[in-house]
Structures are given as structure tokens and as C-alpha cells.
């Protein structure tokens, strides 16, 4: 988290991971055609997908935040490190097909590790779960997929990001989740919290 003092605005940098064809990009795109125009940047540098958003003001603070995709496995390590670096908070997606259970521990692991690449400990990190593709024939259970790839027991969301159920939902509890981190940081800086 970054204040301008120009500005006077607070920047977020958050990640999004998950599996291939969970929804990832689906959450940016709903993210950027759900805003007025000025809040809308380009979505896609070279192999990083991204969306900048202006939110407005939150608990008296203008919020802009940049919302970045974890670049695949086949980018540079250089480069992964790169869009990690910063980063003040994380939402999983999860596809909740039966079938891709092993897609969503390799993509949970992958992000873990990335993290900690970086000196980033994912369980310390303000993060939250979304459940999306709700919508797939027999999807895994909320519960199921909780037990699997949940076991810090963070918050979660259900989603049809192509829809764009629960997409802000997931994105606003994870703003709330950094800036609820970061005021218990402070607080703990100036010896008045735990």
C-alpha cells in the first residue's frame, strides 16, 4: 500500500491466481466494463493481464487500485517476481468442477511458492477464496472445496464470474481485508493493538 502525496490517494496492488480457465481474467474484465470510463485503463502489457481502478473513496480515502494477474508458469521468473513485489493483497479462484480439483491444489501451491519467492507469506497476506463457475453441472461443494483448498479458514466467496455474480463482492471483501491489515499494522506500530 502506497500513498501519494500529490494525489493524496492510497494505491493497492492486488493479485489474481488460479488455475488456467478458472476465471482469472474473466474477474478483470467484469471489473473494467463495470466501471465509468474513468476508471478504466488498458488491461494487457505484453504477457500481464491487469485492470486500474478507481474506486473512489473508502473510509475516507481515494482508492485506486491495480488489479494484476500472476503471469503463467512459462513467463520469466524475473518478470513474476516483477508483478509479486508490492502486492498488499490476493484473491484464488477456484473453478468448482468436479474434475479440476488437482488444477486448483497445483495453482494453490504455485501461488504459495510465489510468494514466498518474494519474502511473502500467503497466510499472512490479506486474501480471500472465490468459488466460481457455480454454475458447472455438479459442482464440487462449498464445503468440499473449503476443506481442500481453504484450511486457514480466510473468507470465500461464491461466483459466475462470466455472469459477473459475486465478482465485486470478492474484489470489495479482499479492499477490506488490506485496509483492516493495515490499520491493525499501525496500530500495533504504535503499541495500542496485540
Not at 97 to 111: G, I, P
Amino acid at each position: 500500500m502506497r500513498l501519494d502525496p500529490r494525489s493524496r490517494a492510497t494505491h493497492v496492488k492486488l493479485l489474481v491466481h488460479g488455475p488456467p480457465g478458472a476465471g482469472r481474467k474473466t474477474n478483470l474484465v467484469h471489473l473494467r466494463d463495470s466501471l465509468p470510463q474513468r476508471g478504466r485503463r488498458p488491461r494487457r502489457r505484453g504477457p500481464v493481464s491487469y485492470v486500474d481502478l478507481d474506486l473512489g473513496t473508502i473510509a475516507q480515502r481515494k482508492v485506486q487500485a491495480r488489479c494484476i494477474c500472476l503471469p503463467t508458469l512459462s513467463a520469466s521468473p524475473r518478470l513474476r517476481r516483477a508483478v509479486i513485489a508490492g502486492v498488499d493483497g490476493a484473491v484464488f479462484v477456484a473453478d468448482s468442477s468436479a474434475d479440476r480439483r488437482e488444477q486448483n491444489l497445483a495453482a494453490r501451491a504455485e501461488l504459495i511458492a510465489a510468494l514466498e519467492a518474494v519474502g511473502l507469506d500467503f497466510e499472512l497476506l490479506p486474501h480471500v477464496y472465490q468459488w466460481n463457475k457455480r454454475d458447472v453441472r455438479q459442482p464440487l461443494s462449498v464445503r468440499a472445496l473449503t476443506q481442500t483448498l481453504n484450511p486457514e479458514d480466510t473468507e470465500s466467496i461464491s461466483a459466475i464470474a462470466s455472469s459477473g455474480i459475486g465478482v465485486w463482492r470478492t474484489w470489495r471483501r479482499l479492499i477490506q481485508c488490506v485496509f483492516e491489515g493495515a490499520d491493525a499494522q499501525r496500530l500495533t506500530r504504535a503499541g495500542l493493538h496485540g
